[in-house]
């Protein structure tokens, strides 16, 4: 399969305002060429720019992406931060079935210095109008946790979480759901048949039959993600199963378009940066390829999202966005295109 991953794009400079983009980087296709691109502004200072202690912006492409407006400031996540007692960051955004616009976020504890976890049950906001205005906080009656991503079919949207206040699992409470709603509005779990303990992060696909597949990774087996698969949309699902990458993955990102199958996600170890595979059928993957390293002696970075990307007359697309160092834990928001075809 041949794929080609274009050069590095500082899509915000955040270096430039003494501030940092960790976490947050939701991104939907709202229809038309129009793409609404969200990430973090975080501070400069807290744990030297990895805490979750800011809030959301986002730009507006109408392009497909080949350009962005000004930086918009979120308002729901500033007046959580405003607040002085929580942040509300967004990972995940998708467009449901009737072409609304949902955001999923985090509820962090903004009093501690990573405000990040421990983690309260997440909130959504939703547009009706292409992303130029957003409703009131909605609660999702979900469980205390940290959505790690969100899909939708021509009936559904789901979300898949850990039932944890914090990153890893450590006791049989600490389980897996999928969340599933028909009216985008009240959502209605499932558990995954996946053992929590050790694992956090995770991702959803789609096949073109309409299968799902979540992973979900564990800090004890890196290069060995675990995955099962649903049949019938999020009812059931199969015994698990494990993959194999050969440079390990971290806060994986799952995308297909068409056949063809990419995750993404930070390596972690000697050389960290962002590791990139490719598959045919979602479960079988190629060797890694770097895609950036972090620069010597800096932090940690390289949290990331896919956006498949399909404009008239183009070969279909990706946009890659991730969290790129440029001091100590501190990150600018980078983007590559990656083409196929």
Excluded at 26 to 49: K, P, Q, T
Excluded at 272 to 280: A, I, Q, R
């Amino acid at each position: 399969m041949a794929f080609s991953i274009g050069e590095r794009e500082i899509f915000v400079n955040h270096e430039s305002k003494k501030r940092s983009g960790h976490m947050g980087h939701a991104m939907v296709d709202a229809g038309n060429g129009r793409i609404l691109d969200f990430y973090s502004n975080v501070d400069y200072d807290r744990v030297e720019g990895h805490s979750g202690y800011g809030w959301m912006e986002y730009r507006v492409s109408e392009d497909y992406g080949r350009t962005f407006g000004e930086a918009r400031v979120l308002s729901y996540s500033k007046k959580v931060f405003d607040e002085g007692i929580h942040t509300a960051l967004c990972e995940k955004a998708v467009k449901a079935p009737d072409g609304r616009i949902l955001l999923f976020f985090q509820i962090t504890d903004a009093s501690l210095p990573i405000a990040c976890e421990p983690w309260s049950p997440p909130t959504m906001i939703y547009s009706l109008d292409g992303g130029e205005t957003f409703s009131e906080e909605i609660d999702l009656h979900a469980d205390a946790g940290r959505i790690y991503d969100a899909i939708a079919d021509d009936k559904y949207v789901y979300f898949l979480m850990e039932a944890n206040e914090h990153f890893l699992g450590t006791c049989p409470e600490h389980v897996f759901k999928v969340y599933r709603s028909e009216d985008f509005l009240h959502f209605e779990p499932v558990t995954l048949p996946i053992d929590a303990f050790g694992k956090g992060y995770g991702a959803l696909g789609r096949y073109e039959d309409g299968s799902i597949i979540a992973y979900v990774y564990d800090s004890n087996r890196e290069t060995e993600p675990e995955y099962t698969i649903s049949r019938d949309q999020g009812l059931t699902w199969s015994a698990p199963r494990r993959a194999f990458v050969d440079l390990r993955i971290r806060n994986p990102q799952l995308q297909r378009v068409g056949s063809d199958w990419f995750l993404v996600g930070r390596n972690g170890g000697d050389g960290d940066g962002l590791v990139l595979y490719h598959s045919t059928d979602g479960i079988s993957w190629s060797k890694g390829v770097m895609v950036d390293r972090r620069p010597e002696g800096t932090g940690c970075g390289y949290y990331s999202n896919m956006l498949p990307i399909s404009e008239p007359g183009q070969k279909p697309r990706i946009l890659l966005q991730y969290s790129h160092v440029y001091n100590a834990n501190r990150v600018n928001i980078a983007h590559r295109v990656i083409t196929i075809g």
